[in-house]
């Protein structure tokens, strides 16, 4: 397994994969872990894991480099990632005993009613290079302090990041195979999930990867949790302040390089204000500068991989071909490296690739619309439903028309983010399942209901 630098080309380490006899042993440790963690009382768990946040932050320049040089991450916004890392774990840290306390249920007069929350077990989570610290640290958090064990299989191109990871949980103390790294190819995971020694798994991925993960869960009657692609609208409607639209789309289009699941892609317009947002979104993406991800200026660094690129490049031409207008940036540059600029389109047609597909990297596609109502319908005609930006100075209005879209989160006036506060997942093909928040830490727990009757209480109750 090859960790290869995106802005050189140049192949930083070569890691040896694990065995199938690797990982059959991985996950008995996994097994034999998880017997004794989950035994052990949640403030300790809690302790831990603001330790755990602590080696984030007096590591925060090593672990930034590492995804910068991995895969091409501006250094500005790795340094972020790690601080968004640290900050997942002191919430849990401070809300975890809180968000897993036994809730007392109504229940007959000499009864006492409750739902418990119990771990399930070590749990699979297959994870992508795009933010290769905080979508492992959004799953770790939650739920090794609710009392599972991680096993991560992280994407083959971030074998060093995956291994920075275990270490920063052997760092702050945590017993041994609470959490592991497996240095293993995609063929590894339909039998790991199909092993009885595995209580769930969670993948943040494509669609294709989301739908053999949820078959094979499905047929082995396990928990799993989908966070998939997405296609996010970004509705510019008649009476938004167009400026900062313009610029919070650019930043939110070019976030991470424009490799994000949740950035926006597809800016439906309101006719109204359409000229002037094109023009100035337009002059805010040219604004932003692309080059070396470990220069304190660049906004975009290279994509990930070559054939990453390509894609891109290849969705951009057909949608040319299909009739779409390229305003700024659709070449290549000649420069070493997997480079793409900052690029718009317009006039896109419904059918072009830039409007059905999802776009993973730097490129927007921009839509005319005449009403409040078209701009609704262009919101919703997508296989994906993650997130969603709606600008508009009446609030009220923003809020309602929040209502309609199908998305798992929409935000008025702001671009759509993660935060650990609140809940974070999609509808539609973007998958099932929240992480993050309360809701997050539910995910892999048993919600076991307890009834206890007195002995003088009736048990004159119908069953079921």
């Given at each position: 397994m090859e960790s290869v630098n995106p802005a050189t080309g140049e192949v930083l380490e070569t890691y040896d994969d694990h065995t199938e006899a690797d990982v059959d042993n991985a996950l008995d440790r996994a097994t034999g872990a998880f017997e004794e963690w989950r035994e052990r009382p949640i403030n300790e768990r809690q302790v831990l894991l603001s330790r755990a946040a602590e080696v984030l932050r007096e590591n925060q320049e090593e672990y930034a480099e590492l995804m910068t040089e991995e895969m091409g991450k501006p250094i500005t916004g790795a340094r972020a990632e790690?601080?968004?890392?640290?900050?997942?774990?002191?919430?849990?840290?401070?809300?975890?005993?809180?968000?897993?306390?036994?809730?007392?249920?109504?229940?007959?007069?000499?009864?006492?009613?409750?739902?418990?929350?119990?771990?399930?077990?070590?749990?699979?989570?297959?994870?992508?290079?795009?933010?290769?610290?905080?979508?492992?640290?959004?799953?770790?958090?939650?739920?090794?302090?609710?009392?599972?064990?991680?096993?991560?299989?992280?994407?083959?191109?971030?074998?060093?990041?995956?291994?920075?990871?275990?270490?920063?949980?052997?760092?702050?103390?945590?017993?041994?195979?609470?959490?592991?790294?497996?240095?293993?190819?995609?063929?590894?995971?339909?039998?790991?999930?199909?092993?009885?020694?595995?209580?769930?798994?969670?993948?943040?991925?494509?669609?294709?990867?989301?739908?053999?993960?949820?078959?094979?869960?499905?047929?082995?009657?396990?928990?799993?949790?989908?966070?998939?692609?997405?296609?996010?609208?970004?509705?510019?409607?008649?009476?938004?302040?167009?400026?900062?639209?313009?610029?919070?789309?650019?930043?939110?289009?070019?976030?991470?390089?424009?490799?994000?699941?949740?950035?926006?892609k597809r800016f439906v317009v309101h006719e109204a204000v359409y000229d002037e947002f094109v023009e100035r979104f337009t002059e805010e993406m040219e604004s932003l500068s692309m080059g070396d991800p470990k220069d304190e200026s660049t906004d975009i660094g290279p994509q990930a991989r070559e054939d990453l690129v390509e894609d891109v490049h290849d969705q951009v031409e057909r949608s040319v071909e299909a009739g779409a207008r390229l305003r700024t940036g659709g070449e290549r540059p000649d420069e070493e490296g997997n480079f793409y600029p900052p690029t718009v389109l317009t006039e896109v047609p419904r059918d072009a690739a830039a409007a059905t597909e999802e776009v993973f990297g730097p490129a927007a596609a921009v839509f005319r619309v005449e009403s409040e109502e078209e701009a609704i319908e262009v919101a919703n005609d997508t296989d994906f439903g993650l997130g969603a930006s709606l600008w508009t100075e009446d609030l009220d209005r923003g809020e309602r028309l929040a209502r309609r879209v199908e998305a798992g989160c929409v935000f008025v006036n702001e671009l759509v983010k993660s935060d650990p506060r609140i809940p974070f997942g999609g509808v539609k093909n973007s998958g099932y399942g929240r992480e993050l928040a309360e809701k997050g830490i539910h995910e892999f727990v048993n919600e076991k209901t307890v009834w206890v009757q007195s002995p003088e209480g009736s048990d004159d109750v119908a069953t079921e």
């Open positions: 790690v601080e968004k890392c640290a900050w997942v774990c002191d919430f849990y840290a401070e809300r975890a005993d809180e968000f897993l306390a036994d809730e007392v249920l109504g229940s007959e007069p000499e009864s006492r009613s409750l739902v418990s929350y119990e771990p399930l077990g070590p749990v699979l989570a297959v994870m992508p290079w795009n933010f290769p610290f905080w979508q492992v640290f959004r799953f770790a958090a939650p739920h090794l302090t609710a009392g599972n064990v991680g096993l991560l299989k992280h994407a083959s191109n971030v074998p060093g990041c995956a291994k920075a990871i275990e270490e920063v949980f052997s760092e702050a103390g945590y017993p041994e195979d609470v959490f592991s790294s497996l240095l293993v190819g995609s063929d590894a995971i339909e039998d790991m999930i199909c092993d009885d020694r595995l209580a769930a798994v969670t993948l943040t991925g494509s669609e294709g990867a989301g739908r053999a993960v949820a078959e094979t869960a499905g047929s082995e009657i396990k928990k799993s949790v989908l966070e998939l692609g997405g296609s996010d609208p970004f509705v510019v409607l008649d009476d938004a302040d167009v400026e900062a639209a313009a610029e919070t789309g650019a930043q939110a289009r070019t976030i991470n390089s424009g490799q994000s699941c949740i950035a926006a």
